[in-house]
């Protein structure tokens, strides 16, 4: 069973930092691109940021880059978002995504979220 | 970035009603379409894929069409576990952008 267990949520404040992890299992993950999509509270669904399988290729949101950080450590089936210089917008659940791969990219594996606050 | 525009925003609808959601993209995405549902507090749950290919253990009351701009999920017969928020979402090109979402909600 594929499971996608996210941690390292919680408050933090204005220009502070925190990091995410994504624990993966049940998959090669290594075989997979991944991906960070948050949910600020009432609002939508924005895509943050991805990586691709072997980590040596990344892309971020406009409103994120320069500030989060995407990685993965394939030995430890795990996903991590370096998260910086955060700001009130930066408030949301952050949810850890698998890609289903090629040809059609969807997301076919969530996680349950981790709540990041940013708030003084 | 490509822009998805759900709609409607909202809409009430009974057990046993036929439903349909529309969304389009600014443009053509071909077939590279997908649908989510969302209840309140849990993650998106990947309901279509490929504009009309149904996920596993998805319902067979839920049907996806379209291609190119103009896409539709059905849900056939609503279900009482079918009150939710739906996205539609674009996986042709990075950032991968998402519909505003589509509430339904009970009459």
């Known amino acids: 069973e594929v499971q996608l267990v996210e941690s390292g949520g919680g408050l933090a404040q204005p220009g502070g930092s925190l990091r995410l992890s994504c624990a993966a299992s049940g998959f090669i993950f290594s075989n997979y691109w991944m991906h960070w999509v948050r949910q600020a509270p009432g609002q939508g669904l924005v895509w943050v940021s991805r990586i691709n399988a072997d980590g040596r290729s990344t892309s971020y949101a406009d409103s994120v880059k320069g500030r989060f950080t995407i990685s993965r450590d394939n030995a430890k089936n795990t996903l991590y978002l370096q998260m910086n210089s955060l700001r009130a917008e930066d408030t949301a659940v952050y949810y850890c995504?698998?890609?289903?791969?090629?040809?059609?990219?969807?997301?076919?594996?969530w996680g349950q979220g981790t709540l990041v606050t940013v708030s003084s | 970035d490509i822009q998805m525009t759900q709609s409607p925003s909202s809409l009430s609808a009974s057990v046993g009603d036929r439903v349909t959601i529309t969304c389009r993209a600014r443009q053509s995405i071909g077939s590279y379409l997908n649908w989510y549902q969302q209840k309140p507090g849990k993650a998106p749950k990947l309901l279509i894929y490929?504009?009309?290919s149904l996920q596993s253990g998805v319902p067979t009351r839920f049907s996806g069409s379209g291609t190119g701009t103009d896409f539709t999920l059905s849900i056939s017969s609503l279900q009482p576990e079918d009150f939710a928020t739906y996205y539609c979402?674009?996986?042709?090109?990075?950032?991968?952008?998402f519909g505003q979402g589509t509430k339904v909600e009970i009459k």
């Open positions: 490929a504009a009309s």
């Open positions: 979402q674009q996986s042709y090109t990075t950032p991968q952008t």
């Open positions: 995504v698998r890609e289903s791969g090629w040809p059609k990219n969807y997301f076919d594996y």
